[in-house]
């Protein structure tokens, strides 16, 4: 358990813990958060993923819940999966880039 | 998955045992039933499992009932392994009764997925795609039935159970039987795997890839009327080579280059596919699904010279078309379906050991749970394999048939061995707990 203070570079960090399988990048340098809202202890995360009717669609989703429940600041953790704007690759960073051996 | 493995193991192990099987003209027992064995065991099995898998996935939906899904399983099981078998003793009627046992699995099958499709809250042309094959499916399977049908002989028609029911059941059986004597039986039977082939396989990977090729490379469609037009293609050609085939009509040569011209906006839609694509590497996976629909390339060069009006059959004809079923069936089909092996069996393994752990535990990627060095050999070996067994079937030879069909046995050897490794982490799950948070911008 963490006892840190929550802010969005800590959810963002944390979130970092979810890894996409397929594509074995981590989904905060994959460019698929799309926002956050904290609100008291609750966390909302906004997001996509890289295609619609993605097969991870539930295990990532539940993953981002599993992660940002491990902090001791959490106590309810929301996720709203969204299609608009559908993700392209140049939402990723330049390490999510790197990591997969993307094309510019 | 296990069912598939084990006859396409037993196929493979008969072509080394009986490799003459594919030295000699293929309209014999054996090769009859060593061919249902390949196509009902090995790919129709993999093919129905992975589209109660990936027809919701690629269309967004959910599969209709699973619970038809395993009924479905066990008529299908119990229905080509006799017919198998039956074929191999050369029973007709048995054939006949293991077929009709299959036939309801297929009904099932179809009415599941047609089910599905009505879910579908936008269709496309993946969608037109798997709504084809079904129809082919149903009727690939109907004229097969009735091709056993004619080969039975009815005197029980005209003796006691003449009369009432099975009587009237008996003399519409023998009534189909006239029938289709009317026709060339190798022209039918040749009519006949053209639609299981092409209607169903080929339009499956033509379907599926336009949803997994774009998702596993990160690229998008390119043209969607392109795409289309592959679809619409094949299913007017197919049409046409189905009669003309079992017409022996000349319009074939017509028809199949209608089917080719199908085939080659595919291939240019996923050259262009490919060309946009954002991910630099392919994986083996990927690379053995790529170069088996690559295989089509050839294999339609091949059907446009063996629907040539007027050619003769002779002995280099009838190695030329055990060629192209060869490589239609063990190229494409079973190569594009061992790459896609690498891409399913990893994902429903990872989602029974891991889904639920992510974010809490650092847990294997996909690429993970197998070697791609092995993943690699196997690529080459089967590679070498198909190109082995393609020139010992033009030589006739078939000591040479044996000795490629062993390139092809070992093979199936390290996909067996990768398998073996991914199921591994059903029983024995590798997972680590995170050490220290990450760093920013950095991979957990």
């Given amino acids: 358990m963490q006892t840190m203070q929550l802010d969005e570079p800590l959810v963002l960090e944390t979130l970092r813990q979810v890894v996409d399988p397929e594509i074995d990048c981590n989904i905060v340098d994959l460019g698929l958060i799309y926002g956050t809202r904290i609100e008291g202890r609750k966390v909302t995360v906004k997001m996509t993923l890289t295609t619609p009717g993605c097969p991870m669609h539930e295990s990532i989703a539940g993953g981002v819940k599993n992660a940002l429940r491990s902090l001791e600041a959490v106590e309810e953790a929301e996720v709203e999966v969204v299609w608009d704007p559908p993700w392209n690759p140049s939402m990723m960073t330049d390490y999510g880039r790197a990591r997969i051996g993307l094309r510019s | 998955m296990v069912t598939g493995m084990l006859a396409l193991l037993v196929g493979v192990s008969l072509l080394v045992l009986r490799p003459v099987m594919l030295a000699t003209y293929h309209y014999n027992q054996y090769v009859i039933a060593t061919t249902h064995l390949f196509v009902l065991g090995w790919i129709c099995t993999i093919v129905m499992g992975a589209m109660y898998q990936l027809v919701p996935v690629a269309l967004e939906t959910k599969l209709y009932s699973e619970k038809l899904a395993a009924w479905q399983f066990a008529f299908h099981l119990v229905g080509f392994t006799g017919m198998v078998w039956m074929f191999w003793t050369w029973n007709m009627k048995q054939v006949g009764h293991f077929g009709s046992v299959l036939l309801v699995g297929v009904g099932l099958f179809v009415y599941n997925i047609a089910r599905t499709l009505l879910r579908v809250p936008r269709w496309n042309v993946i969608a037109t795609a798997v709504a084809s094959a079904l129809v082919w499916l149903s009727l690939a399977v109907s004229v097969g039935l009735t091709l056993a049908v004619g080969k039975c002989s009815y005197e029980a028609a005209s003796g006691p159970a003449s009369g009432g029911p099975l009587g009237v059941f008996l003399h519409g059986l023998k009534a189909i039987a006239a029938f289709t004597a009317r026709f060339d039986q190798i022209g039918a039977m040749h009519a006949h795997a053209h639609l299981g082939v092409v209607g169903v396989f080929i339009m499956l990977i033509v379907g599926i890839s336009y949803k997994l090729v774009p998702m596993f490379t990160l690229s998008d469609i390119q043209s969607s009327r392109r795409a289309r037009a592959s679809v619409t293609l094949l299913n007017a050609g197919l049409l046409g080579v189905f009669v003309a085939i079992l017409l022996r009509h000349p319009l074939k040569f017509a028809f199949a280059l209608l089917v080719v011209a199908g085939l080659a906006c595919y291939g240019l839609e996923i050259v262009a596919i490919l060309r946009a694509r954002k991910r630099r590497s392919l994986d083996w996976g990927l690379k053995s699904f790529l170069t088996a629909i690559s295989l089509l390339a050839p294999l339609s060069i091949l059907a446009l010279v063996l629907s040539w009006p007027g050619l003769p059959l002779t ?130």
């Fill in chain 2, 315 to 444: 002995t280099l004809t009838g190695r030329l078309e055990n060629v192209y079923g060869f490589l239609g069936l063990a190229g494409v089909v079973s190569f594009a379906i061992m790459g896609m092996f690498y891409k399913i069996i990893p994902f429903l393994v990872w989602y029974g050991s891991y889904s639920t752990q992510i974010g809490l535990r650092k847990v294997p990627s996909l690429a993970d749970l197998y070697s791609p060095a092995l993943q690699a050999a196997g690529y080459w070996t089967y590679l070498a394999g198909l190109a082995a067994t393609t020139l010992a079937i033009l030589l006739g030879n078939a000591a040479a048939v044996a000795g490629a069909c062993v390139l092809l046995a070992l093979s199936l050897v390290t996909l067996a061995l990768n398998v073996a490794k991914i199921l591994s982490h059903l029983v024995r799950p590798r997972m680590e707990p995170f050490n220290l948070r990450p760093a920013l911008g950095g991979n957990s």
